[in-house]
Structure formats: C-alpha cells, structure tokens
C-alpha cells in the first residue's frame, strides 16, 4: 500500500521555464568555460569538493536565475494546491528538487504549500535524483515500495525504480510513454495509486 508520495517541483508543480542560455553565461563566468546544460549539476559537484569558494559562487548564480524565472516566467499548474491539499490528509508528502532551497521555498509559499510537505530536499542536499529520493524514503521511515514518487521526466522514473519505489510521470500535454505510467494532470494521481494498490493484492 502507497503511504507517502515524493513530489518533483519544476515541471510537476510549477514550470518555471528556465532561460538556459541565461544560466550559462551566468555560469560561463564562474566556470571559465561554457558547460553543456546537463553537465551543469556535475560540474558544480566536482567544485564543492575542489574548490568551494567557486562552488558558492556557482549555486549563487543559479539560485538568481532561478529566482529571475519565478518572477518572470513562472507557471503554476491550476490543479497544484488543490491536489496537493487533498493528498496530504491520505498520505505523507515530501518535496524532491534540483532547485535550490531559496527558489523552492519562494515557489512553495506562493503555492501556499510549503506546510503540506514533512520534508523538502534540494540541491543543497544532493545533485542527485536517485539520493534525493532515497534520502525522502529514509525520512519517512517507510518501505520503498510504500512510497510514490511523481516527476517529470524519464531519469525521475529511472531513480524511483532503482531506489524500489513506484512511479509516475507527468506530461502535459499527455505523451505515452512505453514501460511507464503516464499522467497529464495530478488530479489522476488518487486513481493510479488505486490501480497500483489493486495489482500489488493480486499478486
């Protein structure tokens, strides 16, 4: 049985439609070169370790371009709150993000959800997907297959499964995806972890 779900926030919650190009050249100037966006988060963790006044200045930029999106380009999915207001009184919920914990508060105060979520883990915490997961499962104190995570992409499924919990993946507009429970709105979150609940007393 499902007890706790671990929510992703961009792109789940909220899309914050990040300007890419903005973020690396903010970057380029502490990394002295252009980093690929998806060796951006590599990158700062190899800093963390080898030079940290750099790594501070790299998790600097990132939190004002964050910040920059939340004011500018921000969308909040109209089902959010509502969704979110109903599970917690079934369900323990937990926050996972790549965003920093400045940004991610500021986001969950504007949703007015902050006091929904028993934990909220950010970059701060790990870089990684899988540990940010794990670390939510370890704070619950539940069996991983107790726990449901919601993200947005393929890597989020792909980090639940390997940590033992379910998953689904949000996509709006609905895109089927092969091997994976797909979802376009979270208002269908209650009825997937009926399906996914039903198939586990069959077994």
Known sequence: MIKGIVFDLDGVLVGLNLDMDVLQERLKEVFEARIEAQKIFGTCEKLALE?????????????????????KSMVIFPESRKVLESLKEKYDLVLVTLQGRIPAYKVLDILGVKDFFKAIFTREDSFSRQEQIKLAVDFLNFQCNEVLVI????????????????ALIIKRPYKEIKGMRVISSLEEIPGQIENINKERRVR
């Open 51 to 71: 030079d940290y006044e750099r790594y501070r200045r790299a998790m600097d930029a990132l939190d004002k371009v964050e910040l920059e999106a939340i004011d």
């Open 151 to 166: 993200g947005d992409r393929r890597n989020d499924v792909y980090c639940a499964e390997k940590v033992g919990c379910s």
